[in-house]
Protein backbone atom coordinates (compact mmCIF):
# COMPACT_ATOMS: atom_id res chain seq x y z
CA UNK A 1 0.00 0.00 0.00
CA UNK A 2 1.09 3.33 -0.94
CA UNK A 3 1.76 5.50 2.71
CA UNK A 4 -0.93 8.31 2.52
CA UNK A 5 1.30 10.21 4.87
CA UNK A 6 3.17 10.76 7.86
CA UNK A 7 1.12 11.18 11.44
CA UNK A 8 2.07 10.65 14.90
CA UNK A 9 -0.35 9.76 17.81
CA UNK A 10 0.52 10.87 21.40
CA UNK A 11 -1.54 9.37 23.74
CA UNK A 12 -2.85 5.12 22.66
CA UNK A 13 -5.61 5.21 25.45
CA UNK A 14 -9.32 4.28 24.65
CA UNK A 15 -9.43 6.75 21.18
CA UNK A 16 -5.77 7.81 20.75
CA UNK A 17 -5.62 3.81 20.23
CA UNK A 18 -8.37 3.98 17.59
CA UNK A 19 -7.29 7.27 16.31
CA UNK A 20 -4.26 5.64 15.22
CA UNK A 21 -5.57 1.68 13.71
CA UNK A 22 -7.72 4.40 11.75
CA UNK A 23 -4.92 5.94 10.28
CA UNK A 24 -3.22 2.78 9.58
CA UNK A 25 -5.56 1.35 7.43
CA UNK A 26 -6.08 4.27 5.49
CA UNK A 27 -2.62 3.79 4.41
CA UNK A 28 -0.57 6.69 7.20
CA UNK A 29 3.00 5.35 8.44
CA UNK A 30 1.55 5.83 11.67
CA UNK A 31 4.47 6.73 15.03
CA UNK A 32 2.66 6.10 18.37
CA UNK A 33 3.86 7.01 21.75
CA UNK A 34 2.37 6.04 25.26
CA UNK A 35 4.24 5.76 28.69
CA UNK A 36 2.74 1.73 28.78
CA UNK A 37 5.32 -0.27 27.27
CA UNK A 38 3.14 -3.21 26.59
CA UNK A 39 0.60 -0.71 24.32
CA UNK A 40 3.64 0.04 22.78
CA UNK A 41 4.24 -3.33 22.01
CA UNK A 42 0.78 -4.03 21.11
CA UNK A 43 0.68 -1.06 18.82
CA UNK A 44 4.24 -2.53 16.71
CA UNK A 45 1.86 -5.77 16.53
CA UNK A 46 -1.14 -3.76 14.62
CA UNK A 47 1.64 -2.10 12.30
CA UNK A 48 2.68 0.82 14.07
CA UNK A 49 5.82 2.52 14.73
CA UNK A 50 6.28 2.41 18.68
CA UNK A 51 7.97 5.19 19.88
CA UNK A 52 8.94 5.92 23.29
CA UNK A 53 9.66 9.91 23.43
CA UNK A 54 6.65 12.11 21.52
CA UNK A 55 10.25 14.10 20.52
CA UNK A 56 10.96 10.53 18.22
CA UNK A 57 7.77 10.34 17.37
CA UNK A 58 7.01 13.46 15.45
CA UNK A 59 10.08 13.62 13.75
CA UNK A 60 8.71 12.48 10.55
CA UNK A 61 5.17 13.53 10.92
CA UNK A 62 3.66 16.19 9.11
CA UNK A 63 0.05 15.74 12.01
CA UNK A 64 0.12 15.28 15.19
CA UNK A 65 -2.22 13.94 17.20
CA UNK A 66 -2.66 14.55 20.97
CA UNK A 67 -4.99 12.23 22.87
CA UNK A 68 -3.46 12.38 26.46
CA UNK A 69 -5.86 13.06 29.50
CA UNK A 70 -5.45 16.64 30.42
CA UNK A 71 -4.04 20.10 29.77
CA UNK A 72 -1.03 19.34 31.99
CA UNK A 73 -0.09 15.95 30.20
CA UNK A 74 -0.36 18.07 26.83
CA UNK A 75 2.02 20.69 28.39
CA UNK A 76 4.09 18.07 29.41
CA UNK A 77 4.06 15.83 26.31
CA UNK A 78 4.81 18.89 23.81
CA UNK A 79 7.50 21.39 25.87
CA UNK A 80 8.34 19.01 28.35
CA UNK A 81 11.69 16.62 28.55
CA UNK A 82 11.73 14.93 25.12
CA UNK A 83 8.86 16.27 23.97
CA UNK A 84 7.30 16.57 20.82
CA UNK A 85 8.65 20.30 19.96
CA UNK A 86 12.22 19.41 20.38
CA UNK A 87 11.36 17.08 17.39
CA UNK A 88 8.89 18.13 15.47
CA UNK A 89 9.20 20.21 11.75
CA UNK A 90 8.04 23.37 11.45
CA UNK A 91 4.69 23.60 10.11
CA UNK A 92 3.75 20.27 11.60
CA UNK A 93 0.10 20.53 12.00
CA UNK A 94 -0.94 19.46 15.74
CA UNK A 95 -4.47 18.56 16.45
CA UNK A 96 -5.60 19.14 20.50
CA UNK A 97 -7.84 16.06 21.29
CA UNK A 98 -7.81 16.57 24.62
CA UNK A 99 -10.33 17.82 26.58
CA UNK A 100 -9.35 20.71 28.32
CA UNK A 101 -11.02 24.42 29.42
CA UNK A 102 -10.78 26.93 26.51
CA UNK A 103 -8.40 28.78 27.96
CA UNK A 104 -5.83 26.28 28.20
CA UNK A 105 -6.22 24.83 24.62
CA UNK A 106 -5.81 28.63 23.52
CA UNK A 107 -2.45 28.71 25.65
CA UNK A 108 -1.26 25.40 23.94
CA UNK A 109 -2.31 26.90 20.61
CA UNK A 110 -0.24 30.22 20.86
CA UNK A 111 2.63 28.91 22.14
CA UNK A 112 3.01 25.90 19.47
CA UNK A 113 2.37 28.48 16.66
CA UNK A 114 5.38 30.83 18.25
CA UNK A 115 7.23 27.93 17.69
CA UNK A 116 6.36 28.01 14.00
CA UNK A 117 3.47 24.96 14.11
CA UNK A 118 -0.07 24.85 12.82
CA UNK A 119 -2.38 24.07 14.79
CA UNK A 120 -6.38 22.78 15.78
CA UNK A 121 -8.37 23.12 18.68
CA UNK A 122 -10.00 19.06 18.22
CA UNK A 123 -11.71 17.69 20.28
CA UNK A 124 -13.47 14.62 19.82
CA UNK A 125 -16.60 12.75 20.75
CA UNK A 126 -18.04 9.15 20.43
CA UNK A 127 -16.41 6.97 22.40
CA UNK A 128 -14.59 4.07 21.62
CA UNK A 129 -15.95 1.82 18.95
CA UNK A 130 -16.61 4.81 17.06
CA UNK A 131 -12.64 6.11 17.50
CA UNK A 132 -11.71 2.30 16.41
CA UNK A 133 -13.84 2.22 13.41
CA UNK A 134 -13.00 6.09 12.06
CA UNK A 135 -16.16 7.53 12.16
CA UNK A 136 -15.84 9.90 15.53
CA UNK A 137 -17.08 13.31 15.71
CA UNK A 138 -14.01 16.66 15.54
CA UNK A 139 -15.04 19.76 16.90
CA UNK A 140 -12.47 21.50 15.25
CA UNK A 141 -11.20 24.71 15.20
CA UNK A 142 -8.51 26.42 13.66
CA UNK A 143 -6.22 28.31 10.66
CA UNK A 144 -7.22 27.44 6.74
CA UNK A 145 -3.86 25.94 6.56
CA UNK A 146 -3.90 23.71 9.06
CA UNK A 147 -7.27 22.21 7.75
CA UNK A 148 -6.05 21.72 4.60
CA UNK A 149 -2.48 19.90 5.53
CA UNK A 150 -4.76 17.88 7.78
CA UNK A 151 -7.73 16.73 5.76
CA UNK A 152 -6.64 13.23 4.69
CA UNK A 153 -5.77 12.44 8.45
CA UNK A 154 -9.05 14.22 9.89
CA UNK A 155 -11.12 11.71 7.20
CA UNK A 156 -8.96 8.69 8.46
CA UNK A 157 -10.35 9.20 11.86
CA UNK A 158 -13.52 10.86 11.43
CA UNK A 159 -17.22 11.01 10.19
CA UNK A 160 -17.77 14.48 10.25
CA UNK A 161 -15.85 16.96 11.40
CA UNK A 162 -17.14 20.55 12.36
CA UNK A 163 -15.44 23.59 11.53
CA UNK A 164 -16.26 26.06 14.28
CA UNK A 165 -13.54 29.08 13.67
CA UNK A 166 -10.26 30.28 12.82
CA UNK A 167 -8.47 30.08 15.86
CA UNK A 168 -8.17 27.52 18.90
CA UNK A 169 -10.98 28.05 21.72
CA UNK A 170 -14.49 27.32 19.97
CA UNK A 171 -13.43 23.68 19.49
CA UNK A 172 -13.33 23.40 23.41
CA UNK A 173 -15.94 25.25 24.43
CA UNK A 174 -18.27 23.10 22.58
CA UNK A 175 -16.52 19.96 23.70
CA UNK A 176 -17.46 21.37 27.16
CA UNK A 177 -21.13 21.74 26.29
CA UNK A 178 -20.83 18.37 24.97
CA UNK A 179 -19.33 17.17 28.17
CA UNK A 180 -21.91 18.43 30.43
CA UNK A 181 -24.73 16.59 28.84
CA UNK A 182 -22.79 13.52 28.22
CA UNK A 183 -22.39 13.93 32.38
CA UNK A 184 -25.88 14.96 33.39
CA UNK A 185 -27.11 11.73 31.17
CA UNK A 186 -24.05 9.16 32.14
CA UNK A 187 -25.72 10.34 36.10
CA UNK A 188 -29.47 10.43 34.69
CA UNK A 189 -28.52 6.32 33.37
CA UNK A 190 -27.52 5.77 36.63
CA UNK A 191 -30.43 7.01 38.52
CA UNK A 192 -32.86 5.63 36.48
CA UNK A 193 -31.75 1.62 36.28
CA UNK A 194 -30.95 1.98 40.41
CA UNK A 195 -34.49 3.10 40.51
CA UNK A 196 -35.53 0.11 38.53
CA UNK A 197 -33.96 -2.34 40.37
CA UNK A 198 -34.79 -1.28 43.81
CA UNK A 199 -38.45 -1.07 41.94
CA UNK A 200 -38.27 -4.93 41.49
CA UNK A 201 -37.63 -3.91 37.22
CA UNK A 202 -35.80 -6.40 35.40
CA UNK A 203 -32.92 -4.08 34.14
CA UNK A 204 -32.52 -6.17 30.60
CA UNK A 205 -36.55 -5.53 29.80
CA UNK A 206 -36.33 -2.09 30.90
CA UNK A 207 -32.84 -1.16 28.74
CA UNK A 208 -34.69 -2.75 26.10
CA UNK A 209 -37.88 -0.47 26.44
CA UNK A 210 -36.34 2.43 27.00
CA UNK A 211 -33.47 2.56 24.34
CA UNK A 212 -36.27 2.78 22.09
CA UNK A 213 -38.54 5.79 23.56
CA UNK A 214 -38.61 9.10 23.95
CA UNK A 215 -36.53 8.99 27.58
CA UNK A 216 -33.33 7.42 25.87
CA UNK A 217 -29.83 8.87 24.71
CA UNK A 218 -26.71 8.02 23.39
CA UNK A 219 -25.39 7.60 26.60
CA UNK A 220 -28.23 6.26 28.24
CA UNK A 221 -28.40 3.32 25.15
CA UNK A 222 -24.36 2.80 25.85
CA UNK A 223 -23.78 3.12 29.16
CA UNK A 224 -27.10 1.34 30.24
CA UNK A 225 -25.76 -1.98 29.20
CA UNK A 226 -22.94 -1.78 31.12
CA UNK A 227 -24.63 -1.29 34.24
CA UNK A 228 -27.43 -4.31 32.73
CA UNK A 229 -24.20 -7.02 31.96
CA UNK A 230 -22.37 -5.62 35.27
CA UNK A 231 -19.34 -4.26 32.97
CA UNK A 232 -17.73 -1.82 34.41
CA UNK A 233 -14.13 -2.15 32.35
CA UNK A 234 -13.60 1.57 31.73
CA UNK A 235 -13.96 2.67 28.25
CA UNK A 236 -14.22 5.99 29.74
CA UNK A 237 -12.88 6.01 33.18
CA UNK A 238 -15.08 8.12 36.30
CA UNK A 239 -12.38 10.56 36.36
CA UNK A 240 -12.45 11.68 32.75
CA UNK A 241 -15.85 13.13 34.20
CA UNK A 242 -14.08 14.48 37.51
CA UNK A 243 -12.12 16.63 35.21
CA UNK A 244 -14.76 16.90 32.74
CA UNK A 245 -17.50 17.70 34.96
CA UNK A 246 -14.81 20.48 36.64
CA UNK A 247 -13.77 22.42 33.63
CA UNK A 248 -17.44 22.98 33.01
CA UNK A 249 -18.06 24.21 36.79
CA UNK A 250 -14.70 26.60 36.38
CA UNK A 251 -15.85 27.92 33.17
CA UNK A 252 -19.70 28.30 34.08
CA UNK A 253 -18.79 30.56 37.33
CA UNK A 254 -16.46 32.54 34.93
CA UNK A 255 -19.55 33.11 33.04
CA UNK A 256 -21.72 33.72 35.19
CA UNK A 257 -23.95 30.67 34.29
CA UNK A 258 -26.24 28.71 36.60
CA UNK A 259 -25.80 24.56 35.98
CA UNK A 260 -27.47 22.55 38.88
CA UNK A 261 -27.62 19.18 37.06
CA UNK A 262 -24.05 19.43 35.80
CA UNK A 263 -23.28 20.27 39.71
CA UNK A 264 -25.16 17.33 40.74
CA UNK A 265 -23.88 15.28 38.22
CA UNK A 266 -20.29 16.17 38.95
CA UNK A 267 -20.59 15.60 42.89
CA UNK A 268 -22.09 12.05 41.96
CA UNK A 269 -18.47 11.28 40.03
CA UNK A 270 -16.31 12.86 42.95
CA UNK A 271 -18.20 10.51 45.46
CA UNK A 272 -17.62 7.55 43.09
CA UNK A 273 -13.79 8.53 42.86
CA UNK A 274 -13.56 9.16 46.45
CA UNK A 275 -15.42 5.57 47.30
CA UNK A 276 -12.58 3.96 44.73
CA UNK A 277 -14.43 3.88 41.67
CA UNK A 278 -12.22 6.76 39.89
CA UNK A 279 -10.46 3.89 36.94
CA UNK A 280 -13.70 2.00 36.51
CA UNK A 281 -16.23 2.66 33.70
CA UNK A 282 -17.72 6.27 34.28
CA UNK A 283 -21.28 3.93 34.05
CA UNK A 284 -19.96 2.77 37.75
CA UNK A 285 -21.21 6.09 39.28
CA UNK A 286 -24.51 3.74 39.61
CA UNK A 287 -22.96 1.70 42.44
CA UNK A 288 -22.84 4.88 44.75
CA UNK A 289 -26.51 4.99 43.64
CA UNK A 290 -27.58 1.03 44.84
CA UNK A 291 -25.51 1.48 47.48
CA UNK A 292 -27.90 4.74 49.14
CA UNK A 293 -30.59 2.99 48.09
CA UNK A 294 -30.06 -0.49 49.35
CA UNK A 295 -30.41 -1.92 45.50
CA UNK A 296 -27.86 -4.57 44.24
CA UNK A 297 -26.90 -3.98 40.62
CA UNK A 298 -25.25 -6.95 38.24
CA UNK A 299 -21.58 -6.85 38.89
CA UNK A 300 -22.27 -5.75 42.63
CA UNK A 301 -22.75 -9.09 44.59
CA UNK A 302 -24.81 -9.52 47.14
Known sequence: MEVSGQAAVIGLGSMGWGAALSLLRSGFAVHGCDVRSDVLVRFAQAGGLACATA???????DVVFVY????????DVLFGVQGALEGARPSTVFLLCTTMAPSASVAIAERLETAGMLVIDAPVSGGHQRALSGEITVMASGSGEAFSRASAALDAVSARVFRLGDRAGPGSQVKMINQLLAGVHIAATAEAMTLAAKSGIDLKTLYDVLRVSAG????FENRGEHIVTG??????????????????????????AVTPLATAAMQLFLEAAEAGLGLEDDAAVAKILARKSGAVLPGMGG
Open 68 to 75: VVNSKQVE
Open 231 to 256: DYTPRSAVNIFVKDLGIVASEAQKAG
Open 55 to 61: AAAVKAA
Open 216 to 219: SSWM
